[in-house]
T-cell receptor
Framework: GAVVSQHPSWVICKSGTSVKIECRSL??????MFWYRQFPKQSLMLMAT?????????EQGVEKDKFLINHASLTLSTLTVTSAHPEDSSFYIC????????????FGPGTRLTVT | KQEVTQIPAALSVPEGENLVLNCSFT??????LQWFRQDPGKGLTSLLL?????REQTSGRLNASLDKSSGRSTLYIAASQPGDSATYLC????????????FGTGTLLAVQP
């Protein structure tokens, strides 16, 4: 149980275009989902926290107009990278929790984004 | 601001050796601490989760300890195998209702056959 999927697993896009990454909780309803990014050989950095039906909370330094997060249902959150640039190339990982508070996070397999 | 550091950054050991990975955090007001494994280009696999009130957790050849007052945790791997080669990350969950995980810098482990 507690499986989280991401789609696509990897994507290549041209500079200036937008790309959408999906995060789904397959066998549970996720009140809260988190988005992280990971640069090569570095650790995970939290980008934003999203709660179903409300606006995402972004971490300091993360551009909310560039990284659009939508959590429209209890099983799906999307991250859209708008007007992508090569410096946005990274590994994006989502996680989901059963409930708020201190519930354990379950992680997706990640999405590799390459912007050319 | 919570900062999580892992030492060493990289470690290479021969197969069969016991090893210890270290994790330190600056703010002891944590809710729990979790150890993860990450294979290259993959997501995270949760290994062990220690609640703030606990001292250690064990799973198979893995044992994780937590000393909250000193801001330290260790992951002990017994009888290492080449399949243990991966990056190991520790993460602390902050207290309160935020549910945020703060990740350490990671230790890249290579177990030589």
């Amino acid at each position: 149980g507690a499986v989280v999927s991401q789609h696509p697993s990897w994507v290549i896009c041209k500079s200036g275009t937008s790309v959408k990454i999906e995060c789904r909780s397959l066998d549970f309803q996720a009140t809260t989902m988190f988005w992280y990014r990971q640069f090569p050989k570095q650790s995970l950095m939290l980008m934003a926290t999203s709660n179903e039906g409300s606006k995402a909370t972004y971490e300091q330094g993360v551009e909310k107009d560039k990284f659009l997060i939508n959590h429209a249902s209890l099983t799906l959150s999307t991250l859209t990278v708008t007007s992508a640039h090569p410096e946005d190339s990274s590994f994006y990982i989502c996680s989901a929790t059963l409930a708020g508070g201190q519930a354990e996070q379950y992680f997706g397999p990640g999405t590799r984004l390459t912007v050319t | 601001k919570q900062e999580v550091t892992q030492i060493p950054a990289a470690l290479s050991v021969p197969e069969g050796e016991n090893l210890v990975l270290n994790c330190s955090f600056t703010d002891s007001a944590i809710y729990n601490l979790q150890w993860f494994r990450q294979d290259p280009g993959k997501g995270l696999t949760s290994l062990l989760l220690i609640q703030s009130s606990q001292r250690e957790q064990t799973s198979g050849r893995l044992n994780a300890s937590l000393d909250k007052s000193s801001g330290r945790s260790t992951l002990y791997i017994a009888a290492s195998q080449p399949g243990d080669s991966a990056t190991y990350l520790c993460a602390v969950k902050e207290g309160g209702a935020t549910n945020k995980l703060i990740f350490g810098t990671g230790t890249l482990l290579a177990v030589q056959p």
